[in-house]
């Protein structure tokens, strides 16, 4: 019988173990490589519609036009997605409803007023290390246009949504 209970009590232990293993792998692949993120609100519609679910990249690639970043917006004190427009170096302004960026309306952006320009009424040239980011539904996005969100810093930057190809394709092809 006493031995019985040993077998018993070290199989719990080894259980236990590996279901803490097992805790701790997640919680350090959830901190440091990808997680689960709830999109909420409309603003990034119609890629990403308000609950549902996506995957963030957090392994520290940095961000390339067309991407959807998960950032601090430190102006809001609130965690943001959107969809970089503008990266290092790019020159941004909104013009008779019109977005350009370095000179051309971005092929994504073609045909879509924009009622708002904020801080895009005048011209805008990105510093080392900053983005701008818009939500892909114009109307109803709080993104950099605001001055409460602002232009993004690389240090704000939590990680890129595994992408949904239809737009993200269409801001490459203006490279």
Known sequence: MKRSRRKSSKAHRIYAVCFLTAILAAYLFSRYAFQLLLIQGKSMEPTYASFSLTLID????????GDVIFFNARGLKSKLVKRVVGIPGDTLVIQNGHLWVNGDIPKAYEGLLFDEAGLLQSEM???EKEYFVLGDNISESKDSRS??????LEKDIIGKLIPQRSIKEKMKDDR
């Not at 001055?147 to 993004?152: L, M, P, R, S, Y």
């Open 58 to 65: 957090k392994r520290g690639s940095v961000p390339e036009r």
């Open 125 to 127: 040239t990105l510093k």
């Open 147 to 152: 001055a409460e969100v602002g232009v993004i």
